[in-house]
């Protein structure tokens, strides 16, 4: 049998940073992002040779190893044997023997939620395989718990719903360590003239978001008082663009999302640099009406807010750089897998 699943990316339109602890413990934090369709896949084959074989086409890793119920955690890989490890401890289940292969549309560190959706998209293979019974929250909640704590890898908590839940979400990230997931319904006319003016601008350089993220930590937990204060501002913000969106207001987005990205600078040093600059700059000139870097920042892919009857102004000078516009529109419905059976198991079915 072999099973699938595929998760999809999203883009933090407002919020983002606030998702990220002591932040989030300390004053409570407030995200609006929209998954794309752009997505993260894997698929697991059952296997009876006694091996899991692994097979992660964005690190460049293939390993094979005896069937075990637990894999070295090694800094190959490390997101699939994560989830692999916590699903037979927290699930009982026996050594598997198997081969995993994943991939992403996107390149990693692209600050579309790269390595969170990955992580919830193998949960969501390992769940359909075994028939395990979570839901969006349990499966999101189980993603964060693995990413963050079981590798220790620095992040926030919205990327993990964003992928689970899929869709316009306005999340709120409570002091006692709550989620609230609340779905935005907004209307086709608006997601249409949404679409229509997003460019969405990859700077052809991914970045480690780790040390961005650590610093921004550090600054909420020392109390430096520009950085809080901003980061203030930017959870006012997902209350103001929620508002925007829910009533087509894509001017008044545009100024939110040019004051967010102000504040979003003060966080951490490394949020910007003369590349993203350079880009920012180019867009501006040619006529965005604004920009954003998705994500921790330092690299990866802005989005810029854009008169529809200028967007192609903006994309032919944006295509003089080192980077590449890249077509997209927004998704509906989080991660799901399926299970393929092999052809003359169909037949008799």
Known sequence: ??????????????????????????????????????????????????????HSYDNGTVERHPSSKQLEIDGKADLIKGVYNRMVKDFGLPALSFKITTYNDAPVGSGLGTSSTMVVCILKAFIEWQGLPLGDYEVAKLAYEIERKDLGLSGGKQDQFA????????????????????????????IDELEASMLLFFTGRSRASAAIIDEQKKNAKQGNSQAIEAMHRIKQSAIDTKMALLKGDIGRFAEILKASWEDKRKMAKQISNPMIQQAMDVAMRSGALAGKVSGAGGGGFIMFIVDPIRKKNVEAALSKTDGFVMPFCFSDGGAHGWKIYPTDKVTRM
């Open 163 to 190: 992928a689970s839940f899929g869709g316009f979400n306005y999340m709120e990230f409570l002091p006692d360590g709550v989620t609230i997931v609340n779905p935005l319904k907004i209307k086709r006319w608006i």
């Open 1 to 54: 049998m072999i099973i699938r699943s595929k998760a999809p990316l999203r883009l933090g339109l407002a919020g983002g940073g606030t998702d990220v602890s002591p932040y989030s413990d300390m004053y409570g934090g407030l995200v609006l992002n929209a998954t794309i369709n752009l997505y993260a896949y894997c698929t697991i084959e059952e296997k009876d040779d006694g091996y899991i074989t692994i």
